[in-house]
């Protein structure tokens, strides 16, 4: 009976830490908030909280510790991979993980409990980072490159099945107007992490530790997969309707017919695909600094630690925002993301000194740091709230390949642009993306 009582203090100990940690995370201290979840799912509301904040925060970290961006690229060129494949890395990683994944939504409306499907995607990235490691202590030139690009290949596409679950997921534990603040909390330590990151990537970035640097990375972030699916299983999630959930290409393809049919749903896809250029301008920021200042990787750092700055100043304020109004959040910061690449497109033909662009490119990489954290997370936050079950699944998948895929032709566009002119490019991405804030400002309310 002692034994019994004991742990019966010690189960009631822990939820009661649970609980005051959720209250103070999420603001929820006035009577919890169920908004949009079931009565059971609401019982376990801190728990889940915590479980998916930790899960994701270390997937975060993981991903930009392993950003085909920064850490791949420098990774392969110091193994000698050919400059073809280093330019291949942000399009496979970008797109690889929105392509499939209509095919992916069928297979996890099958599933009645969906956060297994997360869990083995992460385990795959996991092993799939390892194995880079490996191919980066035994492998040079060519074979490196290929090797690392069929592992990030197996790598996106699991980062695809667990976009999925996750949406699905989130919809079905967290409530309503606090899936924002989770976010928000989610990439301001993240950003916490990778600003540490970037100051590191700085002072060491350059030099024959350089490579063994690199592997490090990856092994850490290897490392924070596994913590994260770790987390992520002790979600308690209750079964869903698997209504919808027959496989196949005719499955997945009929999910389009959303884009005819479902005139808000088309509405948000348009605004999404013209906002991509808060995500795709920042490598044209970096260019037009070596440019003017030479020497990026000296820059690199700096850069990474600005962007992991705005993350952390950023997301909590865009978090609380989206869970009153997500539109609104993915408006200013489209527009302010917009903004700042037409100031930096006239910066760089202004033939002002050098001296002033030392403060001036990483101020504008800060701020759009800032504004793209902003997009990010108004529009994650706004697809979730804008339908529930099934519904939300084909949603997320839908709205994610056709993304893919534009996403894949403007990258390419892009770079042949920049052969032109990298000024013609920024500012290309900016008028889509001022031209996206107007369209969403005319979206339908769903939060709050």
Not at 239 to 257: H, I, V, Y
Not at 351 to 374: R, T
Not at 422 to 447: D, P
Request: contains cysteine; proline residues 3%.
């Amino acid at each position: 009976m002692t034994k019994s009582n004991d742990q019966r203090t010690a189960a009631g100990a822990e939820e009661d830490w649970k609980t005051l940690l959720y209250e103070r995370l999420a603001e929820d201290d006035e009577g919890r908030v169920c908004k949009d979840i079931s009565d059971d799912a609401c019982r376990e509301t801190p728990g889940n909280f915590l479980a998916t904040l930790l899960a994701n925060t270390c997937s975060s970290i993981a991903d930009k510790l392993a950003s085909a961006k920064t850490t791949l690229p420098w990774l392969l060129m110091q193994l000698g991979a050919p400059a073809w494949i280093i330019s291949l890395l942000v399009p496979i990683r970008e797109s690889g993980s929105m392509l499939p994944q209509m095919l992916i939504g069928a297979v996890v409306r099958r599933q009645a409990v969906r956060k297994w499907v997360w869990v083995a995607g992460g385990s795959v990235q996991g092993f799939s980072l390892l194995l880079m490691v490996w191919c980066g202590m035994t492998l040079e030139g060519l074979q490196a490159g290929l090797a690392v690009t069929g592992l990030l290949i197996l790598f996106s596409l699991a980062r695809g099945a667990c976009s999925v679950a996750y949406k699905d997921v989130l919809g079905k534990t967290i409530p309503k107007t606090r899936r924002g603040r989770l976010s928000g909390w989610i990439s301001a330590i993240a950003g916490l992490a990778a600003f540490a990151a970037g100051l590191a990537l700085g002072a060491f970035g350059q030099g024959e530790a350089a490579s063994g640097l690199y592997l490090d990375l990856l092994a850490v972030a290897a490392m924070l997969w596994f913590l994260a699916i770790a987390s992520y299983a002790r979600i308690v999630e209750f079964p869903g309707a698997t209504d919808g959930g027959a496989n196949g290409f005719s499955e997945a393809f009929s999910s389009l017919s959303l884009l005819r049919e479902d005139a808000p749903f088309r509405k948000f896809v348009i605004g999404r695909a013209l906002a991509m250029g808060s995500g795709l301008v920042a490598p044209f920021y970096v260019t037009l600094a070596r440019e003017d200042l030479g020497s990026a990787a000296s820059l690199l750092g700096i850069f990474i630690a600005a962007e992991g700055l705005a993350g952390l100043v950023s997301s909590p304020v865009w978090g609380r925002w989206a869970d009153r109004s997500s539109r609104q959040v993915f408006a200013v910061a489209c527009g302010l993301a917009a903004l700042t690449s037409l100031a930096v497109a006239a910066w760089s033909v202004s033939g002002l000194p050098s001296e002033a662009s030392v403060w001036f490119y990483p101020l504008a990489f800060f701020v759009l740091g800032i504004a793209h954290a902003g997009v990010r997370l108004g529009r994650k936050t706004y697809l979730v709230d804008m339908a529930g079950g099934n519904k939300r699944t084909d949603y997320v998948a839908v709205s994610n390949s056709v993304i893919g895929v534009l996403l894949l032709l403007t990258g390419l566009l892009g770079a042949l642009a920049a052969v032109i002119s990298v000024q013609l490019t920024i500012v290309s991405l900016a008028i889509a993306g001022l031209l996206g804030a107007i369209l969403s400002l005319r979206w339908r309310e769903v939060s709050g």
